[in-house]
């Protein structure tokens, strides 16, 4: 009958072990939170489109992101509806202007400073988000100066206690809530509120509406191969300062925007590869330290008859336990993390059984190549010592 020497090992200092256990539950945290930062990047990078109505959408040839969009002319949208297959078109305005807290008391941490809010303009009439509650409210939008307003917005920064019929400024303008919707921010903005478009103009100094952000486009057939045929009739007729894309197109442009050009994406996958290393670093730390306090065990079963290979195999036993050990309350800890963070920042931060089993995978992995490095110690654990 074999010893499971591995887990013996472990349980001779329980102190060392529950210390290792800890800094693997620590790395194991750490990568949670890494890799749901970095996913919520990818889900509010297309937050907005992806509750817009559209099979193809227009965006001006300048466009960049959702926050540096561009504009054209609105007669693009004219000429589009008359291309074969497309059902219906629709104008929606972007711009990002100031929210002014209406209970922000003087002594308030964050003063009398106005937050960021993305602003969007739609006409009334039009069919341009799939939210219900927006087209259930849209006919609010016809009156002068009315805002739908996102629920999920930071409202420690925008007011606590809102109701509909509040009133504060946006920009220089007085403005009342009118409803609210759900759609939830990211990390673009503070809040979003949905305006008419006679409203945005007055929002943005009577800005003229001759000039659309997006232009939605409708066909009439929604098979993906017949809006690829769409798209490519619109590429022919409309000129070069618009540029035509799906959905599917679009998706992946803002996702590769945010995960690969912003400093968003880039700082959440350094984190990732930091909470490897602090991990990797940790348990080595801690399986060297094991085998150095027991070279003379070591080099005493040498002495019996067993070999290097059978060693190596204990460590990396012992290694893959900690990982396990440490694997189940990291897990625990990061769902309440998830909880909160949802909580208090408003974003889309998901665990899903994809990214317990890739988190697991990289514990075991991390552990792994600790156990891998540690094995070097076992080379001086030489059985002729123990006759010196």
Not at 8 to 18: C, D
Not at 29 to 34: A, E, W
Not at 68 to 76: A, C, D, I, M, N
Not at 192 to 212: A, M
Request: with cysteine; glycine share 10%.
């Amino acid at each position: 009958m074999r010893v499971p020497l591995a887990w013996s090992n472990l349980m001779h200092q329980k102190a060392r072990t529950a210390i290792a256990v800890a800094g693997v539950a620590f790395a194991v945290v750490l990568i949670f939170m890494q890799l749901g930062f970095y996913g919520s990047v990818e889900a509010t990078a297309t937050l907005v489109y992806d509750q817009l109505e559209f099979d193809i959408i227009l965006v001006s040839s300048e466009y960049l992101h959702i926050q540096e969009p561009g504009s054209f002319p609105q007669v693009r949208l004219a000429q589009a509806s008359a291309v074969p297959g497309v059902a219906r078109v629709a104008p929606v305005y972007i711009g990002f202007n100031r929210w002014r807290n209406p209970d922000d008391p003087a002594d308030h941490p964050y003063g009398r400073k106005r937050r960021h809010l993305l602003v969007l303009g739609i006409r009334p009439t039009d069919r341009t988000f799939r939210l219900a509650e927006v087209q259930a409210q849209r006919w609010r939008l016809r009156e002068p100066n009315v805002v739908l307003m996102d629920r999920r917005s930071r409202f420690e920064f925008f007011g606590e206690g809102l109701q509909t019929g509040d009133q504060t400024e946006v920009g220089v303008t007085r403005i009342s809530i009118g409803g609210w919707f759900s759609l939830g921010g990211g990390f673009g903005g503070d809040g979003t509120i949905i305006v008419g478009d006679d409203t945005f103009s007055r929002l943005f100094g009577n800005r003229s509406l001759d000039r659309v952000t997006l232009g939605l486009v409708q066909t009439h057939d929604h098979d993906p191969d017949q809006v690829r045929q769409v798209a490519c009739q619109l590429g022919e007729v409309l000129p070069d300062d618009v540029a035509i894309l799906t959905r599917d197109q679009l998706r992946r442009w803002e996702t590769h925007h945010w995960v690969h050009n912003t400093s968003v994406g880039i700082i959440f996958g350094l984190g990732l590869v930091i909470a490897l290393s602090v991990g990797i670093i940790f348990v080595y730390q801690v399986v060297s330290s094991d085998i150095s306090s027991h070279l003379p065990e070591y080099a005493t079963l040498k002495a019996i008859g067993y070999d290097q290979p059978y060693l190596v195999g204990v460590i990396l036993r012992q290694s893959l336990l900690l990982a396990l050990l440490g694997y189940l309350p990291g897990l625990a800890a990061a769902l309440g993390l998830y909880a909160l963070t949802r909580r208090s920042a408003n974003l889309p931060i998901e665990m899903n059984l994809g990214r317990m089993v890739l988190v697991f995978v990289l514990a075991v992995a991390m552990c792994g190549v600790s156990g891998v490095l540690s094995v070097q110690k076992l080379r001086v654990a030489d059985p002729a010592d123990l006759f010196r």
